[in-house]
């Protein structure tokens, strides 16, 4: 049996069977007349999810002009344990190519809501900086944005992505970035 990889989603794989036999003359028997299905759990290609203790960015007034790498810490292990992906980047030293292109998966791309993005600017690898009108909130106000990290594995579900997968980034102008910000 082949499995098509640009179609199969990681559901249980259903096939229909009829048994039959040689018979002692090398012909067909018929040992099952009812067609059977049976389902084929495969094991999941999809790795597992890895993020930080802490998935917060915290930007103020004293370090507002500076880059933030929202991946850092992040990691997508492939189910033999090899690295895929991690701090932004593909993982070529365990696989001798790009493991993305071994999956046939892109690599995990940064979201932010449209009425956020004026605020945030992120680069494929997942660096942060604030854009103009960013750097110019009202010193007073708490802003939060989610940044949302994409991984479409298409072999399963990636073990521990859901709980995993986003970045709150906080930014209050007029404090400093280690103090609250409530």
């Known amino acids: 049996m082949t499995v098509d990889g640009s179609k199969y989603k990681g559901d249980n794989i259903a096939v229909k069977v009829n048994v039959v036999g ?21 094991t999941s290609l999809a790795g597992s999810w890895t993020a930080p203790a802490s998935t917060t960015v915290k930007i103020g007034r004293d370090n507002y ?25 593909a993982n070529t030293t365990d696989w001798g190519a790009s493991p993305l292109t071994v999956f046939g998966v892109d690599l995990p791309t940064f979201t932010v809501a449209s009425a956020d993005q004026q605020y945030v600017s992120i680069t494929e690898s997942g660096v942060l900086s604030l854009t103009e009108t960013g750097r110019n909130l009202d010193p007073s106000a708490k802003k939060t944005i989610t940044v949302t990290i994409n991984a479409a594995p298409g072999w399963g579900t990636i073990t521990g992505y859901d709980a995993g997968k986003i970045v709150t980034v906080e930014i209050k102008l007029g404090t400093a970035s280690d103090q609250p910000f409530d």
């Open 22 to 42: 040689k018979n002692n003359e090398d012909a067909d028997v018929t040992l099952s007349s009812a067609e059977k299905t049976l389902n084929i759990t495969p």
């Open 65 to 89: 002009q500076s880059t933030f790498d929202l991946a850092n810490g992040f990691s997508w292990k492939a189910t033999n344990d090899k690295t895929i992906w991690k701090d932004g980047s």
